[in-house]
């Protein structure tokens, strides 16, 4: 299995615009997770899903916040409008028996 | 809110010798306590984990202590090399919902 594939690895643009975070989960995972890492508040976790429904979204930050997992094999988190204080790597995990595993993440740079 | 606390946030050891990170956790719901390595650029990964029901594990130079009456939980990395040097993140869940809460991490170095 390639493991978790987050796409884009880098992405910068410009304050007010739409952002749009992917994630392909590792396949027989039921559980799917996002995370935040910024240095001053360490790993954050934003949403998770089990079986394509959301069970918490209680750690997205606000309302420009959003995720959806349509299917088993994909998953999206979108920011509208960006701003600066959203720049952080996001990281995509899934899970299956309590073993998780980690996407290389995205770099969001909001200028 | 679930915590789990991890000290220190930074760590050096000599080459050879022992690195020691902590964690102490909150919730008794909690029965699941893994360990991930994080270089630079990079997600983090598994390394180590356990269940309350066994007081240590090992994997190579990799040994979780597990103190369930304390609540604490420690990865200890012999004969540590400069290749071990990272940011190492304790965590814990509760196997009902796979949720995983972070400790803050320890930047290890290991120098020569």
């Known amino acids: 299995d390639a493991g978790v594939i987050q796409s884009p690895r880098h992405e910068v643009t410009e304050m007010g615009q739409e952002v749009t975070l992917r994630c392909k989960p590792i396949s027989g995972h039921d559980y799917l997770f996002w995370y935040r890492q910024t240095m001053m508040r360490g790993l954050e976790l934003l949403i998770y899903?089990?079986?394509?429904?959301?069970?918490?979204d209680s750690g997205m930050p606000e309302d420009r916040f959003s995720a959806k997992m349509p299917n088993a094999s994909f998953s999206t988190l979108k920011i509208q409008p960006s701003e600066p204080r959203d720049s952080a790597v996001y990281f995509c995990a899934s899970s299956r028996q309590v073993r998780a595993f980690f996407g290389q993440g995205t770099r969001l740079t909001v200028v | 809110q679930q915590q789990v606390k991890q000290s220190p946030q930074s760590l050096i050891v000599q080459k050879g010798g022992i690195s020691i990170i902590n964690c102490a956790y909150e919730n008794t719901a909690f029965d699941y306590f893994p360990w991930y390595q994080q270089f630079p650029g990079k997600g983090p990964a598994l390394l180590i984990a356990?269940?309350?029901?066994?007081s240590e594990k090992k994997e190579g130079r990799f040994t979780i202590s597990f103190n369930k009456s304390a609540k604490q939980f420690s990865l200890h990395i012999m004969d540590s090399q400069p290749g071990d040097s990272a940011t190492y993140f304790c965590?814990?869940?509760?196997?009902?919902?796979?949720?995983?809460?972070f400790g803050t991490g320890t930047r290890l170095t290991i120098i020569p």
């Open positions: 356990i269940r309350p029901d066994v």
């Open positions: 899903f089990n079986n394509n429904v959301p069970i918490d």
């Open positions: 965590a814990a869940s509760d196997f009902g919902n796979e949720k995983l809460t």
